[in-house]
């Protein structure tokens, strides 16, 4: 059964940094496309950032975009989203999810870890 498991999260403020992780397993992990999503309170979950098998990185457009980068090791089975100049909006739990190459979509998630921005 493949599982994502998300860490990294916590309490930081307003400007600073924080790096999460997502560690997947039961999965051929180099072969997957990753990628990082968030729901903040009373919100729709939307998408951050996402990062194909080969290492191609893409973004969502908007406030995110310049302050977050997306990263993966395949020999650790991980993904990473350093995050930097946080803000409030920011606070979200922060979700990795992953499929396989070709067409479909998300078929696999995390539980999701909290990042809280404090003022």
């Known amino acids: 059964q493949v599982q994502l498991v998300e860490s990294g999260g916590g309490l930081v403020q307003a400007g600073g940094s924080l790096r999460l992780s997502c560690t997947a397993s039961?999965?051929?992990?180099?072969?997957?496309?990753m990628a990082w999503f968030r729901q903040a309170p009373g919100k729709a979950r939307e998408f951050v950032a996402a990062?194909?098998?080969?290492?191609?990185?893409?973004y969502a457009t908007g406030s995110m975009k310049g302050r977050f980068t997306i990263s993966r090791d395949n020999a650790k089975n991980t993904i990473y989203l350093q995050m930097s100049s946080l803000k409030l909006e920011d606070t979200a739990v922060y979700y990795c999810?992953?499929?396989?190459?070709?067409?479909?979509?998300?078929?696999?998630w995390g539980q999701g870890t909290q990042v809280t921005v404090s003022s």
């Open positions: 999810a992953s499929r396989a190459d070709g067409p479909g979509d998300w078929g696999y």
């Open positions: 039961q999965l051929t992990f180099s072969t997957y496309h």
């Open positions: 990062i194909t098998s080969s290492g191609g990185a893409s």
